[in-house]
């Protein structure tokens, strides 16, 4: 027997039959196959009418088991499976299901039809498992870890979640037919209670990886290497020339800290190597990379090895007239610290604090410090005085892109030197560029701005002002 609140008027055909309760509620698997196959189709944007549909509580439950268990088995197979449970992303996991059964109330309630408060939510649990299946094999063929997938191809990801969500909104709005206005009610309510929460509030991973205690065998620090260490970093210092009487002289100094990823090792080379062409810092450029290929040709990235390379330039240089420029490229913190690893060794992360004091207590009171790291704009405020620039490739709030190996450059750092700096030798001329050209970038790849930041001090500005003609008259000289 029909309850008395189902009308008589199917949806979406009127000559469709509304199904038997009794058969509604058919066998579980039978009837959780039967979803899945009418979310493929909605999917697809393919007509699909309430009959496609089992809706009923025992469904419902299925499809969050089932939800929940591919979204576990996407973040095992995105991370790798050395790794833990996160219990913590249980709740955002789950969130969509309060969401979608509210969603299915009002809709009910407008549509003055008792059979959208679950279909509602069996629809939009069918299709959601649908696409993350969808999305899992993409991430994988594109053979991208995670949350890499989504740093690199956050467009792709947002026209991912367009295409679920126009496909979403339309399948509930298919349902009440073309004959009638209540499937846009139903659809727009779908939209504000749970499309867009889902945007703003992505669901947490439930397995997260976690750090091998073995070390991966590229990454293995040997014994002869470490004892190689002191005659490397003291070789590199020893072919530092000293200042020229007269001259403002600039330094260079390439650090890499982080050895698991080939980007911050390509950069530091190939950013050393336009420096010395452009400004003519061969023979005053030094630069620290931990890679574990480069083991036994450069001293590695450690603050302690920083501090020593700063402590020999401030020897050698005129402190009232030279400038030391520091490149640092790394990972960086919400806590603005800058990462600094080489497993299997134990090593301290550097602070803007850190920074500074080397500086200091190296004597040198003329710097440039560019910082390519998310977060880097938190090094601005302890850095900052008169005599100093700072360049970072965020502000203090927001990440920066391009740490991926299948890059040569961050993305900050591509722009500044590899771009900017081949066109001219004016450090705020080559910002400005930069920052350009990473906003259009970024808005091309749909990502959230960066915000890359610059400080210059007066007194830097008017030297800078000063070497910029020196180096172009050097250039038209050569």
Known sequence: MRSRM?????????????????????????????????GI?????????ASAFRADAGQLIALALVSLAVDFASAVALSGVDGTI????????????????????????????????????VLAGSMGIVFSILSTALWLGLKLEWPTALQLYGGLYRLLFIWWALASWLAVRRLAGPETR?????????????????????????WISVESDEPAQESTFSEQALYAQP???????????????????????????????????????????????????????????????????YPIATLTSLRDVLQAIGERIDPEEDVVMLHLTSHGSQDHELAVEFPP???????????????????????????????????????KDERTMVVTASDARHTSFGCGDAFDFTWFSQAFYDEALRKT??????FAM???????????????????????????????????????EDARAK
């Open 182 to 206: 209540h499937g846009y009610a139903a659809a727009w309510i779908l939209a504000a209670v749970f499309l867009l929460p889902a945007y703003f509030f992505p669901p947490d991973p439930l």
């Open 425 to 430: 030798r004016n450090f705020e001329e080559a």
């Open 434 to 472: 930069a920052k350009e050209a990473i906003k259009v970038r970024e808005k091309k790849e749909g990502m959230e701005a960066s915000n890359p930041q610059l400080y210059v001090g007066d007194a830097m500005k008017n030297k800078l002002a000063r070497m910029q003609k020196q180096w172009a």
């Open 41 to 49: 189709r909605a999917t697809l944007f393919l007509r699909v009418t």
């Open 6 to 38: 189902l009308p008589d008027i199917p949806y979406g055909n009127m000559n469709e039959e509304i199904p038997d309760p009794v058969a509604i509620r058919g066998h579980a698997a039978g009837g959780l196959a039967t979803n899945l196959a009418a």
């Open 345 to 383: 060794l134990d090593l301290q992360s550097i602070r803007p604090q850190d920074l500074r004091a080397a500086l200091d207590d190296a004597g040198i009171k003329w710097r440039i410090v560019v910082v390519s790291a998310c977060y880097s704009g938190g090094f601005i405020g302890p850095l």
């Open 231 to 297: 005659d490397l970093l003291f070789d590199a210092e020893e072919k530092l020339q000293p200042q020229r009487p007269g001259v403002e002289d600039l330094y260079f100094v390439a650090f890499a800290p982080y050895a698991s990823q080939d980007v911050f090792m390509k950069e530091a080379k190939t950013v050393t190597g336009i420096m010395d062409e452009r400004f003519g810092t061969t023979g005053r450029s030094i630069a620290l990379i931990s890679h574990p290929s480069l083991l036994d040709r």
């Open 86 to 121: 996160d219990a913590g992303a249980l709740p955002s996991a789950l969130l969509w299901i309060p969401l979608v059964l509210l969603a299915g109330h009002l809709g009910a309630r407008v549509t003055k039809d008792a059979r959208y408060t679950l279909l509602v939510p």
